[in-house]
């Protein structure tokens, strides 16, 4: 019974994606059908934790089936339930029916009705398998569902250039700190080999067992945890992208950045507490995570002009409290924290257009500007410490918080403009100097040759040094839509074939992830033939083709397209890429693993930028444009 509850937490959400797709003709039916699965999603969740209540609250761990199997590679669909899960499924049952709920009224006559419930449903499949899943893979495999659905509801009104562009801040955030994730899943492997399921980590780090890998290696593994724990929660030094994320709609708001979504990371910390807890110095880092973002988002709370940005920097301030839990070993007080703090932040997102609807009418009826500040009030509320110190202090740390401590401008300097750089060189470069450069890269299998001594894996590395100067040509253009995609191709297939050369027996693994990246390559081509011959509109600072509107058959294909090439659990490839890192590690070249997973990332966001470009905008605008050209 309760190994059927669990799959009902999956299939759930996507029978409702599918429902409305085919069935939503108009709001009514659409409200219908969503209050329907979301009742029916809701008493499954339910009967699943009173199953495991009466069980004895013992964790629950089921396989399905093995999705993919060869040699000592295995992927199985694996679940598993224990008090952590069962406290996060309790939330997204409480959250997910109220937001739905809400959605039916508030978004009444929006054009985006139904692309908004749909979107909406797929971020619910992502969360329960995120929460419900046995190993990190399963779990990267919600990840990536959960971010993708973040990307789509921040653009929601993509008429408006500012959500376009911040679906795009955000999406690289998340895809900079999928390397921490893809590269942890990948020493998971090279470290566990079978034990990598969550519910072996405890086992192997008992008292009494011998440790499981080295320090150096779990004190890296604990540090690439980190780093997706801060990018999904936004915790220092990535701070700054969540209050920009809530240009999309306030439902949208509350259930990612107010209440579930921005508690992944914490989710993700506590089911890897076994390997960062066994050490002093990986708590202590965590400890300074949360300690720094507290005092950031504190001060930058003061500063937001607007109630969404308050509420954004008072739930960064809770679970940068939450990670200075968990560094003391207070997962209990944790999970408490989390769920009063995500429907604390729930609420205050979704009667934040109320507080404003009535000031405004407060403004209107004293036909004046009101100070909250200057009220009768204010007399009994206490002085800040802020107001205690000298004026010069008070005026830097004023200037401190409205800057947002420069975290933005740190992270672009560090990951975003050397990657541009190097990117608009080699596109700036000559071709004969590209030839060069090129001829340079396999001039080791030129001295193979002459020596008489042939080791194919010593093509691996030239092929590896080349798919990154594709993918650093693909990220470093924004307008060239055709060049972009073939460089992303480019770069995919130099990775399968830097592994072949390292495993040529695993042909077999690398033809797998290729019939992901090809078909999904070939149909972004043919998507691209259909746009007008000009790519380029420099002269606008909007330049967006607004396919979504003149021809959502295409766009959709497209969104495909962009799907699978990056990996997305749709295709092949989402295995391939896992594969290829897995073989990649066991071989001498381990260090290629690496470069791989940052060149996967780096693709996703150059694919995402042109998805964008192409789909976004008005198409008012674009005409506009052609008029003016």
Partial sequence: MMDSLLLACLFLPMLGILMIALFGNNEKKIAALSFWITHAMGLSILTLLVLWALGGFHAHEYEWFTLYERGDYRFPILFFLDRVGAVYLFAIWVVFSIIVRYCRNYLHRESGYKRFFMTIFSFALGLNM?????????????????????????????????????????????????????????????????????????????????????????????????????????????????????????????????????HLGVFLLLRTAPIWSYHTLPRIALFSIGFLTVIIATLAEKTQSNIKGQVAYASITQVGLMFMELAFGLETLVLVHFLGNAFLRCYQLLVSPSIVAHMLRVEGAIDTNPDLKKSSMQSYLPVSIRDTLPEVIQNTLYVFALQEGNLELLVRSVLWTPLKKIGGTINHAKLSL????????????????????????????????????????????????????????????????????????????????????????????????????????????????????????????????????????????????????????????????????????????????????????????????????
């Fill in 434 to 629: 590209k030839i060069l450069i090129g001829a340079c890269l396999f001039m080791p299998l030129l001295l193979t040759v002459k020596t008489g001594v042939i080791d194919s894996s010593y093509l691996a590395v030239p092929l590896t040094l080349a798919m990154i100067l594709a993918s650093l040509s693909a990220f470093s253009q924004k307008h060239g839509f055709t060049a972009v995609w073939n460089a992303v191709a480019l770069s995919s297939l130099l990775a399968g074939s830097a592994v072949l050369f390292l495993h040529p027996a695993e042909w077999t693994d690398i033809a797998l992830f290729t019939t992901g990246i090809i078909p999904s390559w070939l149909l972004g081509i043919l998507v691209l033939r259909k746009l007008p011959k000009k790519e380029n509109f420099s002269d606008s600072p909007f330049a967006y083709r607004a396919m979504a509107e003149t021809n959502p058959g295409l766009s959709l294909l497209l969104f495909l397209s962009f799907l699978g090439l990056v990996g997305f659990p749709i295709t092949p490839a989402f295995i391939g890429e896992d594969l290829l890192l897995y073989h990649a590690s066991n071989h001498q070249y381990s260090w290629i693993a690496a470069l791989i997973a940052i060149c996967f990332v780096i693709n996703g966001i150059a694919a995402a930028r042109v998805f964008l470009r192409i789909c976004m905008g008005r198409p008012s605008e674009i005409c506009e444009v052609y008029q003016h050209e």
């Fill in 130 to 262: 995120v929460v419900l899943a046995g190993s990190i893979d399963m779990l990267f495999a919600g990840w990536e569902i959960v971010g993708i659905s973040s990307f789509l509801l921040i653009a929601f009104y993509r008429h408006r250039v500012q959500p376009v562009r911040n679906a795009l801040r955000t999406y690289t955030i998340y895809r900079f700190c999928d390397i921490g994730l893809l590269l942890g899943a990948w020493m998971g492997h090279l470290l566990f080999h079978e034990s990598d399921h969550f519910s072996n980590l405890s086992v192997l780090f008992q008292d009494n067992a011998p440790a499981p890998a080295s320090y150096p290696a779990l004190m890296l593994m604990s540090l690439l945890i980190f780093i997706a724990a801060s990018g999904k929660s936004a915790q220092f030094p990535f701070c700054f992208w969540l209050p920009r994320a809530m240009e999309g709609p306030t439902p949208s708001s509350a259930i990612f950045y107010g209440a579930l979504s921005v």
